[in-house]
């Protein structure tokens, strides 16, 4: 499958229902999750391995990794109501390989390294840390990825790629990659002037010891 024909099959991923701004739930662009995805199976980190979404939302990656032929994928999301949608996204897309939905912190996942066969590749846009008082919030998520993962691909906030660099090398590992991405969001909060914008984002590849 092309990185195109994925994008169309992402496209009707329905987002969220119901989303809070706390946790800044917005729905990752299809064009970007195929894109993400796509790099990922093609540098050899999606066909035949454990792909794991952490606050996988409505299952916008995790869809990706099963259509692309993971050969075993867990998303990871602590609203309920978000994963109940994401369910029927797996319905709606006809996913190749099935979907472990698992209702819990991305940031404490009742999962462990030893549980899975093989290496183990970690898909996810965490929050940015935007809201005030939840100021790096992806650094708990970079945290998960670093226990559970040989290598991960994650979203950040534009200009991130400083303190992403430093905190994998504090843990041992290396960001072979960074490269940009724009994300445009439907309006989606009270707080929000603007019925479409773009948001500049930086996306990391990450090799973990």
């Keep these: 499958m092309s990185r ?7 496209a009707v991923v329905a987002g969220f229902e119901d989303p809070t701004a706390e946790l800044e739930q917005y729905p990752t662009p ?3 999750a195929a894109h993400v995805v ?7 980190d999606v066909a035949d391995r454990t792909v794991v979404d952490l606050g996988a939302g409505t299952g916008m990656f995790a869809l990706g990794a099963a259509l692309r ?3 075993r994928v867990v998303g990871v999301e602590l609203d309920r109501g978000a994963l109940d949608v994401a369910a029927q996204n797996e319905r709606r897309v006809g996913a190749r390989t099935p979907i472990h939905w698992v209702n819990g912190d991305a940031t404490r ?3 462990a390294r030893d549980r899975f066969d093989g290496p183990v590749t970690v898909l996810m846009n965490p929050p940015f840390g935007a809201q005030s008082g939840n100021e790096h919030a992806d650094r708990a998520f970079l945290a998960t990825a670093a226990e559970l993962a040989d290598v991960s691909y994650s979203v950040h906030n534009a200009g991130s790629q400083s303190f992403v660099e430093s905190f994998v090398a504090d843990e041992g590992g290396d960001v072979t990659d960074a490269f940009r991405a724009t ?3 439907d309006r989606q909060f009270d707080h929000q002037t603007s019925e479409r914008r773009d948001i500049d984002a930086d996306v990391f590849r990450i090799e973990w010891q």
């Design 4 to 10: 195109q024909a994925l994008e169309g099959k992402l």
């Design 30 to 32: 299809a064009d970007v």
């Design 38 to 44: 796509h790099l990922a199976d093609l540098r050899g």
């Design 69 to 71: 032929g993971a050969g």
């Design 109 to 111: 996942p009742p999962l």
């Design 183 to 185: 994300l445009t969001l």
